[in-house]
């Protein structure tokens, strides 16, 4: 078992930035590839980046590339979101979710664990 808690989630205006933080616990994180989506009312819940194991390959959705960035520190067993040039369409719940394999896919479902998400709320 994982255990995966967002943080970081806040009220933001458009431009501005924020950094959420995803801290795992349980089992050991580096034997998981990580992913951050995210879930707006009324809409499906939609990847946003990828991460692979070791932390050296990354995927993202198209219109997040150049704006977001997934890091992961596997000896502190935390994975981040970099979010900057924030836009209101990027106001949702986002979450972190674990999946034991090489890469992280682009398909929620296929993941095992998920945290409880955090809101944010981009003001235009």
């Known amino acids: 078992q994982v255990q995966l808690e967002e943080s970081g989630g806040g009220l933001v205006q458009a431009g501005g930035s924020l950094r959420l933080s995803c801290a795992a616990s349980?089992?050991?994180?580096?034997?998981?590839?990580m992913g951050w989506f995210r879930q707006a009312p009324g809409k499906e819940r939609e990847f946003v980046a990828s991460i692979n194991r070791s932390g050296d390959s990354t995927s993202y959705r198209g219109s997040m590339k150049g704006r977001f960035t997934i890091s992961r520190d596997n000896a502190k067993n935390m994975v981040y979101l970099q979010m900057n040039s924030l836009k209101s369409e990027d106001t949702a719940v986002y979450y972190c979710a674990a999946v034991q394999a090489g890469m992280g896919g682009r398909i929620w479902s296929l993941y095992d664990y998920w945290g409880q998400g955090t809101q944010v709320t981009v003001s235009s």
């Open positions: 349980g089992r050991t994180v580096s034997n998981y590839a």
